[in-house]
């Protein structure tokens, strides 16, 4: 396997930019350490105005892990993490980390029904969570066993109700507030999991090669699967982002976090990356444009990475309110494909190139991405980063290259790549090949530059808004509808980028079509978005010999009636 250095599309990288990173020989735990001990005065983290420097994260962050030792967790055990964007998600994440633990994030707004089937695999013990999804994880049955849930009351991290009133309409406000509070009794509130002073310096730390975090993620195909990603594997990827925004300076950056963290892109831009810089994270737990342009008065941005429908609406109500978004610098789109005319329409206001970058969830999750340069070439995912190579091979047999030029299935080597999937060796020998590449399920075109094109995706995961869904999830909840026989879910691409859900379902016989009752059967059962947007009817659910839904066969009958 040839170095980076070699490789042709390194001399399209922006000057600068090298073509290997040093790989980390610490954890992540010293990397925040060090950032807290020279960050000391500079602000860590804004939410609504109200910052928190990295000396008092630093301190906060110590009596969190305290709290935890106590409560019983020890190194290796897994802790939970159903939190939105708020400064108690910064504490919670490095304070588990701090105890060699590995952090398991999830989506807030997931149902019970979802929750379970993630705790049901990882069996974490001890939960840190918002106090709305609170109930959901109480409702688990008797077999999933809970020790002790930690809430979060998200209003405590605002600033003192008459400064925030300063800074938000009343009406807002009070929306605000109801949106992100609600009660949590028979829990352990966050204040006290932090009454009882620092954990001892002396307490072990993890090392590089241990476990940070299980991220779950659909993978190429069928149900959630935790990857499983290593101190290493997440450092490495944070030295590969600081690689490729050259010109990023320390404590001069202030990054907006749009991005939910207990996503793969947002936990590495602002946890790791972030923190690396010792940037300001100003934090969003949800994505407001009026919030957003309302805090560029007082913090204006110089990182905005999101996903295009995310530019695309913070550019037209940035135009509409006269708001300068000229600070915006360092701009990356991933989670779909960017459209041309988003990227007018963003660098027609703010300050920087707006590049489209590729990654998934088993590469922490960065792999690809276009320079921030002039080379840039819209259209395509991009080069890869440093320490990062690629092949192109046959869609069919993994080991046969593609010929240059012809499409194939991309595979992805460098130090960011996942050690497998959690109690699942089967997907992971899938997924992971011999020498450590990783089968990405896109099929991709790569010219003789080495910038990347996604012709096709030999996973069926439907990308909506950014997030993953898997077909087969959506599928399984609508099967268990008494009136639906069987069920096919696809995604209908859209003009402005990524796909609708769309179900095509089969009736029992004698049974009626009623598609408001069936989405709101879903709404139920699985997170908003996740829901498909349109329900049809069809006769027989095509399949398979062996029974599998062949989606192909249900897009060509179902996307031309839509």
């Known amino acids: 396997m040839s170095t980076t250095d070699q490789q042709p599309w390194v001399k399209n990288y922006q000057p600068g930019v090298p073509a290997e990173i040093d790989l980390p020989t610490e954890s992540l735990v010293e990397m925040f350490e060090r950032s807290v001990a020279e960050g000391g005065s500079h602000p860590a983290t804004e939410f609504f105005g109200r910052r928190t420097t990295y000396s008092e994260l630093g301190d906060q962050v110590a009596r969190a892990a305290e709290g935890l030792r106590r ?8 802790v939970a993490l159903v939190l939105p964007n708020c400064p108690q998600h910064v504490i ?22 979802e929750l379970r089937h993630l705790f049901e695999d990882h069996q974490a013990r ?21 020790d002790h849930i930690v809430s979060v009351n998200i209003l405590k991290a605002f600033p003192t109700a008459k400064r925030l009133a300063l800074s938000l309409p009343v009406k807002k406000l009070r929306a605000t507030r109801d949106a992100l509070t609600a009660a949590a009794p028979g829990t352990i509130p966050w204040e006290k999991l932090l009454a009882d002073g620092p954990l001892s310096a002396e307490h072990p730390r993890p090392s590089v090669s241990d476990l940070a975090a299980i991220q779950y993620t659909s993978g190429t195909t069928g149900l959630p699967k935790g990857a499983m990603l290593t101190h290493f594997n997440l450092y490495s990827n944070a030295l590969q982002g600081e690689a490729w925004m050259h010109g990023a ?17 947002g936990m590495t831009l602002y946890l790791t990356y972030g923190i690396r810089k010792q940037g300001l994270i100003v934090l969003f737990p949800k994505f407001d444009p009026e919030l957003i342009l309302d805090a560029m008065k007082k913090s204006p941005a110089t990182v905005y990475c999101a996903v295009p429908p995310i530019y695309e609406r913070t550019a037209l109500a940035a135009k509409e309110r006269g708001v300068s978004l000229r600070s915006c610098r360092f701009c990356i789109s991933g989670a779909m494909n960017l459209p041309p005319h988003v990227v007018e329409l963003w660098e027609s206001v703010s300050g920087g190139l707006l590049v489209e970058g590729y990654g998934m969830t088993e590469s922490s999750p960065v792999a690809l991405g276009n320079p921030f340069h002039p080379t840039r070439r819209t259209g395509t995912i991009g080069v890869p980063f440093p320490s990062t190579t690629m092949r192109v091979v046959d869609q069919n047999d993994p080991e046969v290259e593609a010929p240059q030029g012809e499409a194939g299935e991309l595979l992805l080597h460098g130090p960011q790549v996942f050690q497998g999937y959690w109690n699942n060796p089967e997907e992971t020998a899938k997924t992971l090949l011999p020498g450590g590449w990783l089968r990405t399920g896109d099929i991709v075109t790569v010219d003789e530059d080495g910038f990347t094109t996604i012709v096709d995706r030999a996973k069926e995961i439907i990308i909506t808004g950014g997030f993953n869904v898997s077909p087969t999830e959506v599928e399984a909840v609508l099967r268990l509808h008494p009136d639906v026989l069987d069920a096919a879910v696809i995604g209908k691409p859209l003009e402005r980028g990524g796909e609708m859900v769309v179900a095509a379902i089969e009736l029992e016989p004698g049974a009626e079509l009623d598609e408001a009752a069936l989405r709101a059967y879903c709404r139920a059962r699985l997170a908003a978005y996740k829901v498909p947007r349109r329900v049809v009817q069809i006769h027989e659910t095509p399949r398979s010999m062996l029974g599998k839904v062949l989606r192909k066969e249900v897009r060509e009958q179902v996307l031309p009636t839509l």
């Open 71 to 78: 409560l019983g967790v020890r190194a290796g055990d897994r």
């Open 126 to 146: 001890v939960v840190i969570a918002w106090d709305k999804a609170v109930p959901a994880i109480q409702a688990f049955p008797a077999d999933v066993e809970i």
């Open 249 to 265: 300076e320390v404590r001069k950056e202030v990054f907006y976090a749009i991005l939910p963290m207990f996503h793969a892109f």
């Open 92 to 113: 919670a994440f490095y304070a588990v980390l701090r105890l060699g633990a590995i952090v398991v994030e999830h989506n807030p707004l997931y149902t019970s029904r």
